[in-house]
């Protein structure tokens, strides 16, 4: 059986990145090490070994293994065989705890946005000038779709996903002339901003009181009319903002 081809965006990031630049040492180096091998092991396609963790991550095997051990007993990882760790039940139950009622609202829209369009479709919402993933939906009926994790996350100021969301707020002076623009049409559109060879296109959520939610978004490889898919996303995203 042929399996669909996926491409997959994933998220990498280094020390500087972590910290926002700051390169001091983290208050507590256990549980920075702790969170760094679930995340390694969370963006990881395949099973990732003790060996692995511990060569990535500049730790010794002992230290690897009581981190992956300790994640396993929280069920944040499991073992798949002899084959290395994979991401653990436990990572689904914190995903439904954050932000649960954007995700109640926007799930609905993403399976049809993401069906009807057959490109993947999520929601990110703004946090600490970054637009970060809470939400993934990939189409159910294609061959070839991007694979796009929960928690993948980039700097605001680029991308369709970072300029919907600053659209959705007050203009500000010395903005991106593009934030301008989703500003005035709705939504958003960029090429390869984040991601080398993707396209997205987002629109922002605004609830009644006026303020900016979240935004809906598209993301995929091929060259297409971006015009009347702007819309369809910005239909998506008014649908989100009426079940909030």
Same mark, same amino acid.
């Given at each position: 059986?042929?399996?669909?081809?996926?491409?997959?965006?994933?998220?990498?990031?280094?020390?500087?990145?972590? %910290?926002?630049?700051? #390169?001091?040492?983290?208050?507590? $180096?256990?549980?920075?090490?702790? *969170?760094?091998?679930?995340?390694?092991?969370? %963006?990881? /396609? $395949?099973? !990732?070994?003790?060996?692995?963790?511990?060569? $990535?991550? =500049?730790?010794?095997?002992? !230290?690897?293994?009581?981190?992956?051990?300790? @994640?396993? /007993?929280?069920? *944040?990882?499991?073992?798949?065989? %002899?084959?290395?760790?994979?991401?653990?039940?436990?990572?689904?139950?914190? +995903?439904?705890?954050?932000?649960?009622? @954007? $995700?109640? &609202?926007?799930?609905?829209? *993403?399976?049809?946005?993401?069906?009807? #369009? =057959?490109?993947?479709?999520?929601?990110?919402?703004?946090?600490?000038?970054?637009?970060? #993933?809470?939400?993934?939906?990939?189409?159910?009926?294609? =061959?070839?779709?991007?694979?796009?994790?929960?928690?993948?996350?980039?700097?605001?100021?680029?991308?369709?996903?970072? !300029?919907?969301?600053? +659209?959705?707020?007050?203009?500000?002076?010395?903005?991106? &002339?593009?934030?301008? +623009?989703?500003?005035?049409?709705?939504? &958003?559109?960029?090429?390869?901003?984040?991601?080398? =060879?993707?396209?997205?296109?987002?629109?922002?959520?605004? /609830?009644?009181?006026?303020?900016?939610?979240? +935004?809906?978004?598209?993301?995929?490889?091929?060259?297409?009319?971006?015009?009347?898919?702007?819309?369809?996303?910005?239909?998506?995203?008014?649908?989100?903002?009426?079940?909030?």
């Amino acid at each position: 059986m042929t399996l669909p081809r996926r491409t997959t965006a994933s998220v990498s990031h280094s020390e500087n990145d972590r %910290d926002g630049g700051n #390169t001091s040492r983290p208050a507590s $180096q256990t549980l920075d090490r702790g *969170l760094r091998t679930l995340g390694l092991v969370a %963006d990881s /396609d $395949q099973p !990732i070994s003790v060996a692995e963790v511990a060569a $990535q991550l =500049g730790l010794h095997r002992s !230290i690897a293994y009581r981190m992956l051990r300790t @994640l396993e /007993d929280h069920h *944040l990882v499991q073992r798949d065989g %002899d084959r290395g760790y994979v991401a653990g039940t436990g990572l689904a139950v914190l +995903a439904r705890r954050v932000h649960p009622t @954007l $995700q109640s &609202a926007a799930l609905p829209e *993403l399976t049809t946005l993401a069906n009807d #369009t =057959g490109m993947t479709a999520f929601f990110v919402v703004l946090e600490q000038g970054e637009a970060v #993933t809470i939400a993934v939906v990939e189409p159910s009926h294609t =061959g070839a779709h991007v694979a796009y994790r929960p928690g993948a996350r980039h700097r605001a100021d680029r991308g369709a996903p970072g !300029i919907a969301l600053l +659209a959705g707020r007050p203009a500000r002076q010395r903005e991106r &002339a593009e934030v301008t +623009a989703a500003r005035e049409r709705g939504w &958003a559109s960029s090429h390869a901003e984040v991601y080398a =060879g993707l396209r997205a296109v987002a629109s922002p959520v605004v /609830d009644g009181s006026g303020t900016c939610r979240g +935004a809906v978004c598209v993301v995929f490889v091929e060259d297409v009319d971006v015009a009347p898919l702007g819309e369809r996303v910005r239909a998506a995203a008014l649908s989100v903002a009426g079940a909030l």
